[in-house]
């Protein structure tokens, strides 16, 4: 059983990943002295950091559970460290290329090694609790990035946004050294291609998996999406700034309050995480709504949605994996989550391009609600056999 001492520096590392994708994500595009000269150059450096995280977390996460999962944690977060600094050092615009492949590399590492600790440092009475303190700090870093990387960046430039971002990792790795305990990787049977095959198609990861897909695909359309909406509306940069924070708000205050309830059997998974794909269904289409209240109606209501489905989410794959395989689960949860992180922004851009935004967030919306209405569905057709 963890201590909180214990238990910090895998918060920490959860901020350190969230801080550092969109730190550095929402402060590339206005600052074209360091590199960033035209869209394509910023897609480029935005999507090297996702494509390292999907390509290397499964790799990583397996790694894990062969080695254990606190040395890939830390050399992850070395690896972070050292990455940041290669900027810092060369402070050559080639360089950040370098710098942001490397540390969408690292954070593959120790990603899903925090969230495999996580589970393996609590019993699983107590999972929903840690999960949701976990995505409570991950959240504080997505919605604090943005602002404490623009000051830096106003401050003294990428350079300086780097150099925290090094200074960061050296010290949450220095930490987790201290106070994580080794966690020996457990003895475990042989596992050929087709066993794997069958445990990710297994009913009890795709769920949950599929659930956090959907659930950051809709953050992530919230986040990008919803300024825009904004703006098209007339609002200021004010009030399209505080929806974001609205949004982010919410997701972090009920992460915590969700894992209470599911170890306290007020809430199960199933029960749960179709709740919050509804509520976040609703979201999307409060998002249609004219004017400054459909923008904060769905800020609200998708951070809420998200914030009830990822502790739970990763809670029930938590519970449903062999404590030996848990980094592998982990790392493979993850890159669904990086492709619904991907793949909502596109799926609604796309439809955006043809017959409007609004229906971008309608299509998303029903794609999110179809889970719940198909589960209920098999669920009927279960009863009615038994019967």
């Known amino acids: 059983m963890s201590t909180p001492r214990q238990m910090w520096p895998l918060y920490a590392a959860g901020f350190t990943t969230a801080f550092g994708a969109h730190g550095i994500a929402a402060n590339l595009g206005g600052f074209s002295a360091d590199a960033v000269t035209s869209l394509l150059v910023l897609g480029g450096l935005l999507a090297l950091y996702d494509g390292a995280e999907v390509l290397l977390k499964p790799l990583f996460g397996a790694l894990a559970d062969h080695i254990g999962a606190r040395p890939v944690l830390i050399a992850g977060l070395l690896g ?4 940041s600094a290669t900027y810092v050092i060369a402070d050559s615009p080639a360089w950040l290329w370098v710098a942001r492949l490397g540390q969408g590399a690292a954070a593959s590492a120790f990603s899903p090694s925090a969230s495999a600790l996580v589970a393996r440092l609590n019993p699983s009475a107590k999972h929903g609790r840690a999960f949701g303190s976990y995505g409570f700090y991950k959240s504080i870093g997505y919605t604090l990035g943005p602002l404490l990387g623009g000051i830096l960046v106003w401050t003294g430039g990428l350079w300086l946004l780097f ?13 987790a050294a201290i106070e994580v305990p080794a966690t020996p990787p457990l003895p475990k049977t042989r596992q050929t291609v087709l066993d794997l095959v069958r445990r990710l198609t297994d009913p009890a990861f795709l769920a949950p998996t599929a659930a956090l ?24 940069p004010i009030a399209t700034g505080a929806a974001v924070s609205v949004l982010a708000a919410c997701a972090a205050v009920v992460q915590p309050n969700a894992g209470r309830a599911l170890d306290t059997g007020r809430l199960t998974p199933p029960r749960g995480i179709a709740i919050g794909l509804v509520i976040t269904a609703v979201g999307l289409l409060c998002a249609v ?8 109606l769905a800020a609200a209501l998708i951070g809420v949605g998200t914030g009830l489905i990822t502790p739970l989410g990763f809670a029930a794959l938590a519970a449903s994996t062999p404590q030996e395989r848990l980094g592998q689960t982990m790392g493979a949860a993850e890159l669904g989550r990086e492709l619904g992180d991907a793949g909502g922004p596109l799926l609604v851009a796309a439809v955006a391009t043809l017959a409007g935004l609004a229906s971008g967030y309608l299509v998303l919306a029903v794609l999110i609600a179809l889970g719940p209405a198909i589960a209920f569905g098999l669920r009927t057709a279960r009863l009615r056999q038994r019967t």
């Open 80 to 83: 972070f460290a050292a990455a």
């Open 163 to 175: 150099a925290v971002l090094a200074l960061l990792g050296l010290g949450v790795a220095i930490w």
């Open 213 to 236: 897909a959907a659930a950051t695909a809709a953050l992530s359309v919230g986040v990008g999406f919803l300024p825009v909406t904004g703006r098209l509306a007339g609002l200021g």
């Open 289 to 296: 709504v004219p004017g400054l209240l459909g923008i904060l």
